[in-house]
């Protein structure tokens, strides 16, 4: 038995780097500091549903074949193709993807991230107007206003606000987690008279919930770090909020630049905006000024409503427009643990963060006409890879029979949605787990990954599945060159 | 002079920068037949995509017959001379173009007449998304010549506009008209949607018809009888005067019409 | 491995004080050697110059500043796009090139060494994964140590040598080369969005001062025995009236005991040398620091020459990249880096028809033809800040020919044109200053023994280029001295030729240098210090250093400390 200190999790853009594992006969038996999304990978990633060997659909079913045979086909395929896609990218290492990357430019195909369905908005967003960002620990020793805009991190990144935020020490700024405490202790409290006055009045009904926005609170007054929820619902993360703005749904885009408006005193000529009214939207600005240092955080609210990247450049421009009169920055809560490295991989390599199309022999870029979701929309596309993610689940149905049309091949640990559509199944090993690599936290700081167990055997890591592809794709080119230079003599 | 069919249905994008009058110009069948082009990943000669045949004198230079909806970048920073396209077409065409005429009978994608600079580009279709805006991460619009849509337009059309005129006479504009607008104008003869002229710094947008909803940051400025669209056209009102958008200190100017948006008159008070 | 002749050249090899003889260069194993066998394989370099391979001090090529500014500007990139060779992979250019074609734009120019100036230490690993992926060069990287916390605080507890041990660490783990200053107190004032103004300003929450850092930290270098000297971007960069500061700040190096090695480096010197009071009356004051840095000999600099073109700059001066976005409008970056550094990007275009661009224009070629001794002043453009490297032949045509400089100050703004002193500057570089210029001194200031010139020993890597000193005069003929320039007759890379005629012919994956710094007494890296870590920084102390892993070629240098 063995503990295995300052384990890098890999599972959400937190990129916590403190789990503490209990390691016994290669399997991990113990998490100590892991959120529960953390636990169930490290404990679970070892299911029924694990691949163990390459597979390949013949007479329509998956069957097991050799390693060889798989990494001939899948180089056949990808040789041949007029526009493959190579996709997905994001729950794997800086080293595959870099091979990756290598790959799609030898077949002249579309390397794109799953970006282009999650933060691919707030990428292009950065792209019209830059980013006033830093590092989560600026946030942590300085940050006095907290707002998290269109996203739950209590449900989708747990630790967030202990590592970085609300409930950390800082060096300027201290935890407001006692705050907290208290205050749900008061809301218990709250909570056991109310039900108790209702069983005394002998009323079934409940009370209405009411979405009325009750106004700047006075919680918003007291000393120490404020944190803002802004949803279109009560979400958990609302509820342990300083105050809680609710809008409209799509709406959001009206609300800043109404903002923008306001923190330099100008006047609008509406009485409220996106659900909101003026007056209350006057003392948010007051609130955004007067800070210290602010900061906001947000997800696919913003990234995936009405106006998408416009939603991500106009909140860029309220906090850059911020920065002449006080300290405030943005920040994208990135989903997969690698998905920042896929765009960092990709930009350095060809200059574009995803969506990159290298069919005409360099790379070109433009989301909407180069990302496969549209490719594959339009049905563009003659074959596929998808590694480290999982489309078959979560693209649009049109995209998905578009895409299973044509030869799919797939490099995943899992029997999911994707792999049980491919023609060719790569089993891999787990990035974090089995296998090291680098990943690129929400805040582009890079971070080791352990391995701490061995693969099971006769599964390899992405990288070495991708250079075997990789390698064989350059003998079958090399000869058919070969070929077509013996038919032209 | 040349007419072009494509021989077959395209599935892998065909980028054309090539089909462009300028290139054509001095040039016979055969050396048109061998000029380069990209079919998906495969670089083929023009000829081996279209039949090239060569019309009489009086028609445009480069007619093109059939659906080429993927067909993409023809007439890309064309400076002089006539393309007419009987059919859907695709992505960035004429985009950039300083000069010449492109009629389009049927569709055009996305980016057609981005970053125009001078010419016409009449669309007897529909147009898609970004309508004239430029390419990511950069602020070159439109900045002179004509395009006119017969049918709808999609999102995000006309940005960073710094001249010209955009006419639109279908019945649904997508979000983002006129974003970040300079200069220049854009007539909406029926709806607009969401988001017109959003940081928007000068120019002006005209409504004949109904819009959703303005941006909150636009201010009532006055009511006017009639507004010009360009040196030949005027569009009759009343129209609501807005001024925006005030979150970039913007002198641009939204005209309404005011009959055709009565959930307007609130901004009156304000006058 | 083969040898290698290259005969008959006009060698210019100022480290060796060899001034344009025809003499032979033979090259065996990857190095310079007395001589060779018959079977070396000849390049015949009759008529031909034959340097060094060019040593760069100073270019932003790699790790996250760079990278975000490459994800920010599609529309840079879309200019200038790279297809994929047999030779070659693909990429993107213009002012931010991507990895691949950085390493061969620079090795098509006859480069071989380039250093990376800024890294933020917590970030450390990706520019180590860049550069792995910059081929054809020998690289190292300057970690940002100006306003890290443990400096700032060891310093103004005057405990100068724990101060150095942590220093040591920290090179040590980020894989780094040098001490790298930036707005010495700026960086951890603009994590509240202040700014210093004045090296005597006091740093809020640190109670120190610039000149304190700078000082202090100079006198470090000296302890760890460190090649390079302290790298500095001096305070209140970019401003009118800046060279105030930047005198007070070698003046304030005075004070740093000099043992005939210097004790500074102030890099992208144009920047920090303006006059006026404002951008109304905006003027050089090339001459005022050119006087001070002709009778004082304890540091070096490099240019940080305009060029008129569209380009991105970035560097980690946070608050001066904000004016910039006060001033221009454009998209603006900022990244700051808890307990380290912080960070700004922003697209700048400078042009010949703007009065400021063409002064700083001026200002850099000064400040180049006004220093007398060509081993102080080096020859750069703090790529891509003050311009993109390709751009380089430009500045060598404007260093040795008033015929080009004169040809490009003519279309610039009047005011420009009447303020510039360039008319009444005749000095034309030679041959053999502009090798001091662009390696020999280059090599010599970062203390890379086997950099910067062909003596027996040295790396085989030397760049040819098809000029004839004999009968070609750069000075008139100028504008075929820059094409020479642009494309290498041949570039060699340890001993093998990577480069004809300005094409890759040959693949080279380069090394990474870095420094252990042995300390008497290592650094006190015990539960106290890790403690201390968890409390500055956002990361576990065990997950911040730089592993092997992370260099593909590797080239550690150790160093005996004092300390």
Redesign the interface.
């Known amino acids: 038995m063995s503990i295995v200190?300052?384990v890098?999790c890999p599972i959400c853009g937190c990129l916590c780097?403190?789990i503490e594992l209990t390691v016994e006969k290669n399997e991990v038996v113990k998490v100590r500091n892991g959120c529960a999304i953390c636990e169930s990978k490290f404990l679970g990633y070892k299911g029924h549903h694990r691949i163990k060997t390459p597979l390949m659909r013949k007479d329509g079913k998956l069957v097991p074949v050799s390693m060889d045979e798989a990494v001939h086909a899948a180089a056949e395929i990808l040789a041949n193709?007029?526009?493959p896609i190579l996709y997905g990218w994001s729950s794997t290492s800086?080293e595959a993807q870099?091979i990756g990357v290598?790959l799609t430019?030898e077949?002249?195909?579309i390397m794109d991230n799953t970006a282009v369905v999650c933060h691919g908005p707030s990428?292009?967003g950065?792209?019209?107007?830059?980013?006033?960002?830093?590092?989560?620990?600026?946030i942590?020793?300085?940050a006095d206003l907290i707002i998290y805009w269109g996203c739950d991190p209590w449900s989708a990144h747990p630790r967030h606000l202990e590592?970085?935020t609300s409930f950390t020490?800082g060096?300027?700024e201290n935890s407001q987690w006692k705050s907290y405490m208290q205050k749900l202790k008061a809301q218990a409290g709250q909570k056991k008279l109310e039900s108790a006055a209702r069983i005394e009045i002998g009323s079934t009904h409940p009370k209405p919930q009411t979405c009325t926005l009750p106004g700047m609170p006075q919680s918003m007054n007291k000393s120490g770090r404020k944190l803002i929820v802004v949803d279109v619902r009560k979400s958990m993360s609302a509820e342990m909020a300083d105050y809680f703005i609710q809008v409209q749904p799509n709406k959001d885009?009206?609300l800043m630049?109404?903002l923008?408006?306001l923190i330099t005193d100008?006047?609008?000529?509406?009485d409220s905006?996106a659900g909101v009214p003026v007056e209350y939207l006057k003392d948010v600005a007051n609130a955004l000024v007067n800070c210290?240092?602010g900061v906001i955080f947000f997800g696919m609210g913003l990234t995936q409503t009405?106006?998408k990247f416009?939603n991500i450049e106009?909140a860029i421009?309220l906090v850059?427009?911020l920065?002449?009169r006080?300290?405030f920055?943005i920040m994208p809560m990135r989903g997969h643990f690698n998905v920042t490295g896929a765009?960092?991989?990709s930009?350095?390599?060809?200059?574009?963060?995803y969506g990159v199309d290298?069919?005409?022999?360099?790379?070109?870029?433009?989301?909407?006409?180069t990302t496969c979701m549209d490719v594959l929309l339009?049905?563009?596309n003659?074959a596929s890879l998808v590694i480290a993610s999982d489309p078959g689940a979560n693209f649009p149905k049109k995209a998905v029979e578009n895409m299973i049309k044509h030869p799919l091949i797939v490099i995943d640990p899992h029997m999911n949605a994707t792999s049980m559509l491919g023609d060719i199944v790569f089993p891999s090993a787990f990035v974090g787990i089995e296998v090291?690599g680098?990943a690129?936290r929400m805040d582009?700081?890079?971070?080791?990954l352990k391995k701490v167990v061995e693969p099971p055997k006769g599964v390899f890591s992405d990288e070495e599945i991708l250079t075997r592809i990789l390698n064989e794709v350059r003998v079958i080119k090399a000869s058919s060159k070969k070929l077509s230079k013996k038919v032209d003599a | 002079m040349i007419v072009l069919s494509p021989l077959r249905k395209f599935t892998f994008p065909v980028n054309a920068e090539c089909i462009n009058p300028d290139v054509f110009q001095g040039k016979d069948i055969a050396e048109i037949g061998k000029l380069p082009l990209f079919e998906g990943n495969k670089q083929k000669k023009l000829g081996e995509l279209f039949k090239i045949e060569e019309d009489n004198q009086d028609t445009p230079s480069i007619t093109i017959d059939g659906d080429i909806s993927e067909v993409r970048r023809i007439g890309m920073g064309m400076k002089s001379g006539e393309i007419l396209i009987n059919g859907n077409v695709g992505m960035h065409l004429g985009e950039k173009m300083s000069g010449g005429k492109i009629t389009v009978n049927g569709n055009v994608a996305q980016w057609a007449g981005s970053s125009m600079k001078k010419g016409s580009i009449e669309i007897h279709g529909n147009a898609s998304d970004y309508l004239a805006s430029p390419y990511r991460g950069s602020t070159e619009g439109m900045k002179g010549g004509r395009i006119i849509v017969d049918g709808d337009v999609g999102a995000d059309s006309g940005a960073y506009m710094r001249g010209g005129l955009i006419k639109i006479k279908g019945s649904n504009t997508g979000q983002f008209l006129g974003f970040h607008m300079g200069n220049g104008t854009i007539h909406v003869e029926k709806n607009a949607s969401t988001r017109l002229g959003a940081n928007m710094t000068g120019g002006k947008i005209i409504v004949s018809g109904t819009v959703d909803e303005l941006m909150p940051s636009f201010t009532i400025d006055s009511v006017k009888a009639k507004v010009k669209v360009d040196e030949a056209e005027s569009a009759a009102g009343p129209f609501y005067v807005f001024l925006g958008d005030l979150a970039e200190k913007g002198t641009g100017k939204i005209f309404v019409s005011k009959a055709n948006n009565p959930n307007l008159k609130s901004y009156e008070k304000f006058l | 491995m083969p040898e290698v002749i290259i005969k008959n050249g006009f060698v210019f090899d100022p480290l060796n004080g060899i001034n344009g003889e025809k003499m032979d260069i033979s090259i065996k194993n990857g190095k310079i050697v007395e001589k060779v066998t018959h079977k070396a394989k000849v390049i015949d370099a009759t008529g031909l110059t034959v340097m060094p391979g060019g040593v760069d001090i100073h270019t932003h090529i790699a790790g996250g500043e760079v990278n975000t500014g490459r994800m920010v500007r599609p529309e840079d990139h879309v200019k200038d796009t790279v297809t994929k060779t047999a030779m070659t992979r693909s990429g993107t250019g213009y002012s931010i090139p991507s990895t691949f074609v950085t390493g061969y734009r620079y090795s098509q120019m006859g480069y071989t060494t380039v250093m990376n100036p800024s890294m933020a230490p917590l970030e450390a690993k990706h520019t180590h994964e860049e550069l792995n992926d910059i081929p054809l060069l020998d690289k190292a990287t300057y970690p940002l140590i100006g306003d890290w916390w443990f400096v700032l605080e060891y310093l103004k507890k005057g405990d100068l040598k724990e101060c150095a041990r942590h220093v040591a660490w920290m090179m040590e783990i980020t894989k780094g080369y040098a001490i790298k200053i930036v707005n010495p107190g700026g960086l951890e004032s603009w994590g509240f969005g202040h700014n210093v103004h004045s090296i005597d300003d006091v740093v809020p929450n640190f109670c120190i001062t610039p000149r304190e850092i700078m000082v202090g930290l100079a006198k470090v270098n000296e302890m760890l025995n460190l090649p390079h000297s302290i790298h500095l971007h001096t305070n209140n960069l970019g401003l009118p009236g800046n060279y105030s500061t930047t005198l007070e700040t070698m003046k304030a190096l005075e004070t740093v005991p000099y043992h005939g090695k210097p004790v500074a480096h102030i890099t992208h010197l144009q920047f920090s040398s303006f006059g006026g009071d404002s951008w109304g009356n905006f003027k050089s004051a090339a001459e005022e620091v050119a006087n001070y840095i002709n009778t004082h000999n304890h540091m070096t600099f490099d240019m940080g020459q305009i060029i008129f073109t569209d380009t991105t700059t970035m560097t980690a001066d946070g608050p001066f990249e904000y004016t910039l976005y006060q001033l221009s409008g454009h998209k603006w970056v900022n990244s700051d880096v808890e307990t380290e550094t912080s960070g700004g990007i922003i697209p700048f275009h400078y042009k010949k028809n703007n009065a400021v661009n063409a002064t700083q224009w001026s200002i850099g070629l000064e400040l180049a033809l006004l220093i007398k001794d060509p081993w102080k002043m080096m020859m750069t453009t703090d790529h891509p800040n003050a311009g993109p490297f390709s751009f380089y032949p430009r500045i060598l045509a404007w260093l040795t020919s008033k015929d080009a400089r004169m040809a490009t100050l003519k279309n610039c703004h009047k005011k420009a044109q009447k303020n510039s002193l360039l008319p009444s500057i005749d000095r034309e570089i030679t041959l053999y200053e502009l090798a001091i210029m662009t390696r020999a001194a280059q090599a010599k200031a970062l203390g890379l023994k086997n950099k910067g010139h062909l003596g027996v020993g040295a790396d085989a890597d030397v760049a040819i280029f098809n000029i004839n000193p004999e009968t070609t005069d750069i000075a008139r003929k100028y504008k075929t001295a820059r094409k020479a320039f642009k494309n290498a007759a041949y570039t060699i890379k340890d001993g093998q030729i990577v480069v004809k005629d300005g094409e890759v012919v040959g693949k080279a994956d380069g090394r990474t240098m870095w420094l252990n710094v042995e300390t008497t007494e290592p650094c006190r890296i015990d539960d106290e210090m890790k403690n201390k870590f968890r409390q500055y920084w956002t990361v576990d102390y065990e997950n911040y250093p730089v592993s092997d892993h992370y260099v593909k070629v590797k080239d550690p240098i150790t160093i005996k400390a004092s300390v």
């Open positions: 200190k300052s890098t780097d403190d193709a007029n526009y800086s870099r290598e430019e077949v002249g195909g990428i292009l950065v792209q019209e107007v830059g980013i006033p960002t830093c590092t989560l620990g600026q942590r020793h300085r590592r970085y020490e060096r300027f885009y009206e630049q109404a923008r408006v100008g006047e609008l000529d509406v905006v210290e240092f009405a106006g416009r106009i421009q850059r427009d920065n002449s006080t300290k920055t765009n960092i991989v930009a350095w390599q060809s200059g574009y963060p290298f069919s005409m022999g360099y790379p070109r870029y433009n989301p909407g006409e339009r049905e563009e003659d090291e680098t690129y582009h700081v890079p971070l080791p």
